[in-house]
């Protein structure tokens, strides 16, 4: 079996790795010249961990990033409202690590594993596919070219050129929602000054009793600070008004810090290390396989970023169309296991994940969601006394994984 995949991003560096361990012929095609470094997400659930185990990439991962231990919700002003602590000793505990250098890192795995192949600077422009293979047109430095395999998976982003080929430019069902966010990746400085000497420290964002996670509820000023690495690095996405130009975005944000971050730093207070204005979508794509072509992760289906369920949800499609192809190269089902695949992904996205993001994001900047969010807090406060339901909730993800193996005798031949 010969697969082609398109995007060298997380969901598809992972799934080539997977299906490289398994012997089948992985060549990733990449628009650009290199690896995204914008900030994105950082925060892998258990359901994702259980993955990257199964890649063999998670001590690499774990040797790298760190195990945020708390998550909690906060007014403006700082004051804690409810937060979830970790407890529990659970097998695959979440892990963070931005996902810049988890791509760097997938792509070294990627690159050893045998079978394997990146081709950079590779654009996608058109495909077909017949009876007995899937191909793809590309535009690359040396002119156009075709390839083809026994399948093609687009892991190629929100944009994905696979999916506007199979269903149009156009045609992405869901929303776009009218708010603005703003992703940045900041070290807050404080300055010391002394006599021949100046010294500058991590300014701490835990001095204010923030947590490793902190959601800070508002109408306008809502933001999300989440620590991200061992060297003070942080994670602070913020909204903004809606309708503004990236440039105005950016202009804007030393401004924002000032009024809304603990101790309103100025920016002589933090480094800057990056900042990605973009907008907020939910949506699915109609289905996930088209004959011998196939949809995972962004390429297939978005939602808002709070919560960590984009990220999640993509990994645990790699999950199931790993299963679902590795069964079909062993013999132990026919390609209507595919045609399984895309009705379980689009289920957890429709009864899952789009409705648990919206509910996230409703919590941290809509007034109207005030009983929700005291539900909510109240269910915090109650696995602060229930151990088992604290437990559960804290493997909550695992949802977003299925087991494909119910399903191989229906298709196998």
Request: hydrophobic share 40%.
């Amino acid at each position: 079996m010969q697969i082609i995949i398109v995007g060298a991003g997380p969901s598809g560096l992972l799934l080539g790795i997977l299906l490289a361990k398994k012997g089948i012929q992985v060549q990733l095609l990449e628009a650009s010249h290199e690896l995204d470094k914008n900030p994105r997400a950082a925060h892998y659930a258990p359901s994702a961990v259980y993955e990257l185990n199964r890649a063999g990439v998670l001590e690499d991962v774990k040797r790298d990033g760190i195990h945020p231990d708390a998550v909690c919700w906060r007014h403006p002003d700082g004051t804690f409202i409810a937060g979830i602590k970790s407890r529990f000793d659970i097998e695959f505990p979440m892990v963070c690590l931005p996902l810049d250098q988890l791509d760097v890192l997938l792509l070294k795995h990627f690159l050893a594993a045998p079978g394997t192949e990146v081709l950079w600077n590779h654009k996608v422009v058109s495909i077909d596919q017949d009876e007995g293979e899937a191909r793809v047109h590309v535009e690359t430095p040396d002119g156009k070219k075709t390839f083809g395999a026994d399948y093609v998976v687009g892991c190629d982003g929100a944009n994905s050129q696979i999916r506007r080929s199979l269903f149009g430019d156009l045609n992405y069902p869901g929303e776009t929602l009218q708010k603005q966010i703003i992703a940045t990746n900041v070290s807050v400085l404080n300055g010391v000054h002394k006599p021949e000497l100046t010294v500058k420290v991590y300014y701490d964002f835990k001095k204010f009793g923030y947590w490793d996670s902190n959601f800070i509820i508002d109408e306008s000023d809502w933001y999300m600070a989440a620590r991200i690495t061992n060297d003070g690095l942080w994670r602070v996405t913020y909204g903004d008004e809606w309708g503004l130009s990236n440039e105005e975005y950016l202009a804007r944000q030393p401004a924002r810090f000032e009024k809304i971050l603990p101790g309103n730093p100025k920016p002589g207070d933090y480094k800057l290390v990056s900042a990605s204005p973009y907008k907020l979508h939910q949506r699915c794509a109609d289905s996930f396989r088209v004959g011998r072509f196939l949809l995972a992760a962004d390429a297939a289906h978005l939602c808002n970023p709070f919560g960590g369920l984009g990220l999640t949800g993509g990994i645990a499609d790699v999950g199931s169309l790993f299963d679902a192809l590795a069964a079909l190269k062993d013999g132990k089902t026919d390609d209507s296991i595919l045609d399984k695949y895309s009705e379980v992904r689009r289920e957890k996205w429709a009864k899952i994940i789009d409705p648990m993001s919206r509910a996230n994001f409703r919590r941290v900047c809509l007034d109207e969601a005030e009983s929700e969010r005291n539900e909510f807090w109240a269910l915090c406060k109650k696995m602060e006394e229930d151990d088992e339901l604290a437990r559960q909730m804290a493997q909550g993800t695992n949802i977003l994984r299925e087991d494909f193996h119910e399903y191989l005798t229906a298709g196998a031949a």
